[in-house]
């Protein structure tokens, strides 16, 4: 969006400037260039200062105007450089250079960082979302799902509170996300405001040439006393030997422009997406409800003829708080607190550097956007529906461990395997497919 207006920006330059500046814009065409080209380097993430280029590129523009003012005179690059350091204050351009300075330093600041970081968003979605699931949760799906059909209860399906705690237990370190997540989401809606009001980004970048002529124009109108201040700052520069082709001729005026702004276009977009974002603010630890719907579990309306894990009937255990510290004493799936998956974790540092970005974007100030992830994949393995695996609840006590009940005794795993092959790439579909559908909403 923001960079099809500055290509439409450029376009509107390329089409009213020749017939506008004549020489000025014909002699100098590149100069433009260079700077909707510099801009589009920053949008795009290359680590250049915006304000530097801007700089520049006035500081060219008041050389190359000065010149075709004054062709009767030989203008040295010394006395070029003498005029520069004079221009904060004779402001041969009026306001326009600072007041664009100011504004598109915010708007390309704030635009920049929010595609960032629905960059960083949608990457850790996809980093996280390979991430393998464990032997010990690869088990507890099993049961979960496919224990029922071994005991001839295939109409059952598992009881809400059940299928919420093996999810818990499952996707415990991604949940340890959820506070990152919810920041960054936090820090894009701030910075999305920026897009919004009477200096918004649209206006600010949409309107750039008009801005470029608006400065020229200004000098145009002021030629005289601008040059009566650069001679008294800088002295009277030598008549030029050289025949002069005269000054350019060509009318003055600012350029005819179609400057008119997508206003209600603009505002519904930044509120679908500040409506995308608010949605998938808890989508870490809303994960376990959205797997554990209504498809998969018997819901909250029969609680006592649903499969608890054992036989069709109430369960009891408590549901687990989120995260992984929450998972100690998880009656379903065994997790190991000490061990944090290390390729979360630093999707968890990720987050917490865009964040901090957006932050800074949010107040104005520039910030580095090179990124520092690796693609890092945790692993893990499954097996089939052994005897220890269907009927039996995790204990952290051997002693008060309730006893086992197998789902189909003696029967040497036939037929176990073949069922569980089917039943696992479903079980990482549906895990994966939540991940895809928060990877769209944030590619949105």
Request: hydrophobic content about 30%; charged content about 25%; overall charge positive.
């Amino acid at each position: 969006k923001r960079n099809d207006l500055l290509n439409k920006s450029e376009k509107a330059l390329y089409d009213t400037f020749p017939s506008t500046y004549g020489e000025l814009y014909s002699q100098n065409v590149k100069l433009f260039k260079d700077l909707y080209s510099e801009l589009r380097r920053y949008y795009r993430g290359s680590n250049i200062n915006l304000e530097e280029a801007l700089n520049e590129f006035w500081t060219r523009l008041l050389e190359r105007l000065f010149k075709l003012m004054n062709p009767q005179y030989h203008i040295t690059d010394e006395y070029l450089d003498c005029m520069g350091k004079h221009s904060e204050q004779h402001k041969p351009f009026g306001e326009v250079p600072r007041d664009l300075k100011l504004k598109a330093t915010r708007a390309f600041i704030a635009v920049r960082s929010y595609v960032q970081g629905l960059s960083v968003g949608s990457d850790v979605v996809r980093k996280v979302s390979q991430v393998s699931l464990s032997h010990e949760c690869t088990r507890a799906i099993m049961k979960l799902v496919y224990c029922p059909y071994c005991r001839g209860m295939s109409s059952v399906k598992p009881c809400n509170n059940y299928c919420h705690n093996v999810m818990k237990g499952c996707l415990a370190n991604q949940a340890d996300l959820d506070t990152e997540w919810r920041n960054l989401i936090d820090s894009m809606l701030l910075v999305a405001d920026r897009f919004d009001g009477p200096s918004n980004v649209d206006t600010v970048i949409g309107t750039i040439h008009t801005r470029i002529a608006e400065a020229i124009s200004n000098m145009q109108e002021n030629r005289e006393s601008i040059t009566a201040k650069v001679f008294q700052g800088c002295g009277n520069p030598k008549i030029s030997t050289k025949a002069s082709s005269g000054e350019d001729k060509k009318r003055r005026g600012k350029a005819v422009t179609d400057d008119k702004s997508s206003g209600l276009g603009l505002e519904k977009l930044v509120s679908d997406a500040k409506g995308k974002l608010r949605d998938i603010k808890d989508y870490w630890v809303a994960l376990p409800s959205t797997l554990c719907n209504e498809k998969i579990t018997s819901g909250s309306v029969n609680e006592d003829k649903c499969w608890n894990g054992m036989a069709k009937g109430r369960y009891l255990p408590e549901v687990m708080g989120d995260g992984l510290a929450n998972q100690i004493n998880n009656p379903e799936v065994e997790v190991d607190i000490t061990k944090p998956d290390m390729t979360i974790r630093q999707q968890i540092m990720q987050l917490k550097i865009m964040t901090n970005r957006l932050r800074n974007a949010y107040n104005g100030n520039d910030v580095d956007f090179q990124d520092a992830s690796d693609d890092i994949s945790g692993s893990g393995s499954g097996d089939g529906c052994p005897d220890e695996v269907c009927g039996k609840r995790l204990s952290k006590n051997p002693s008060t461990r309730q006893p086992e009940v197998h789902a189909i005794p003696n029967q040497s795993g036939r037929g176990v395997n073949g069922a569980s092959s089917k039943f696992l790439p479903s079980s990482f579909l549906i895990f994966l497919s939540v991940a895809v559908i928060a990877t769209q909403y944030l590619r949105r």
